[in-house]
């Protein structure tokens, strides 16, 4: 019940295209979904982030898209650039009281090649 | 920009020796955590940690496992009694204890248990 189920594995768009990385959650006591950018040697930063009051969410060229009643979540990147070429990780966080969020529960990852 | 940092960043050890990972935090974050991710796979949550006691810890963060944070800005992670299977990219996390909710990552210590 605590899985983050995170799809494709892996993508390739060529430059100008849309990227399109789907994920999917179990539990309804999640209400803080970040997505994460992985690029190779560094650890995960975060891109951007949804809390479920919202159906949508957009900073530049990347939007969530969250559909509560279905469970699934996504990240879109518009217009794709050879520099977006990372692991990009979805991710899932319950509020467990004061300001405080829980761990953060991780999708598979999806390994984005972004060809020129 | 204020990041968190990790050392060593690779650390090789032999199986069964004792090995303590490095992170220093963000400096005005209270909340602590440490993740790993075994080479393909995803990241996986170990423990957190706040006002010197663990909050929050998984099923991997077993007795072999324990945090630590010696100062004022030190948050170590040492396992005891190394495996193989510990062999994995850990990574240091903190945030601040009011919103934004952003959990800032380090580059990750990657360890190799041989």
């Known amino acids: 019940q605590q899985q983050v189920k995170q799809s494709p594995q892996s993508l390739i768009v060529q430059k100008g295209g849309i990227s399109i990385i789907n994920c999917a959650y179990e539990?309804?006591?999640?209400?803080?979904f970040p997505w994460y950018q992985q690029f190779p040697g560094k650890g995960p930063a975060l891109l951007i982030a949804i809390r479920p009051d919202v159906s949508e969410k957009k900073e530049g060229r990347f939007t969530i898209s969250f559909n509560k009643s279905a469970k699934q979540f996504s990240l879109h990147i518009m217009d794709s650039q050879p520099g977006d070429s990372a692991t990009y990780f979805c991710?899932?966080?319950?509020?467990?009281?004061?300001?405080?969020?829980?761990?953060?529960?991780f999708g598979q990852g999806t390994i984005l090649t972004v060809h020129p | 920009e204020p990041e968190v940092t990790q050392t060593p960043s690779h650390q090789v050890t032999q199986m069964g020796q004792e090995v303590i990972l490095r992170c220093v935090p963000i400096s005005n974050h209270l909340y602590f955590y440490w993740y790993r991710q075994i080479l393909g796979q995803k990241v996986e949550f170990l423990v957190s940690?706040?006002?010197?006691?663990?909050?929050?810890k998984s099923e991997i963060f077993d007795d072999q496992f324990s945090v630590e944070r010696p100062d004022g800005s030190n948050f170590t992670l040492k396992i005891r009694s190394t495996k193989l299977e510990d062999s994995a990219m850990y990574f240091c996390?903190?945030?601040?204890?009011?919103?934004?909710?952003?959990?800032?990552f380090g580059p990750g210590t990657r360890l190799t248990v041989t």
């Open positions: 996390a903190s945030r601040t204890t009011s919103g934004p909710y952003e959990q800032y």
């Open positions: 991710a899932a966080s319950r509020f467990i009281g004061g300001t405080s969020y829980g761990k953060l529960t």
């Open positions: 940690f706040y006002n010197n006691e663990i909050s929050e």
């Open positions: 539990n309804t006591a999640f209400d803080y």
